[in-house]
């Protein structure tokens, strides 16, 4: 059975920095890409990174320049270092693993409250 893990949320003030990290475990099969979305109260869930095996990374407009998504594929692991916060990447932030064969797997969740 496939789980994904995610630590690292909190409170941090506007500017400050914060790193998330994810782990799935259970994999049986290639895991593919794996990212983060986000979702702050009252909008839509949005793609804010993701990471393929090769280490490919893809980002919204939004955090570009500011977010890194990294991933230690020996350990089944991504992170996400979030520099420059602002505000509005307040939100609750998913974690989730495309595994081969087996579908898109995601964690519980992780707040990351960016306030002063």
């Known amino acids: 059975q496939v789980h994904v893990v995610e630590s690292g949320g909190g409170l941090v003030q506007p500017g400050g920095s914060l790193r998330l990290s994810c782990a799935a475990s259970?994999?049986?099969?290639?895991?593919?890409?794996m990212g983060w979305y986000r979702q702050a109260p009252g909008k839509q869930r949005e793609l804010v990174a993701a990471?393929?095996?090769?280490?490919?990374?893809n980002y919204v407009d939004s955090v570009k320049g500011r977010f890194t998504a990294s991933r230690d594929n020996a350990k089944n692991t991504v992170y996400l270092e979030m520099n420059s916060l602002k505000p509005e990447d307040t939100a609750v932030y998913y974690c989730?693993?495309?595994?081969?064969?087996?579908?898109?797997?995601w964690g519980q969740g992780t707040q990351v409250t960016v306030s002063s």
């Open positions: 989730y693993a495309d595994v081969f064969r087996a579908g898109i797997y």
């Open positions: 990471i393929t095996s090769g280490g490919t990374t």
């Open positions: 259970g994999i049986n099969f290639r895991l593919n890409a």
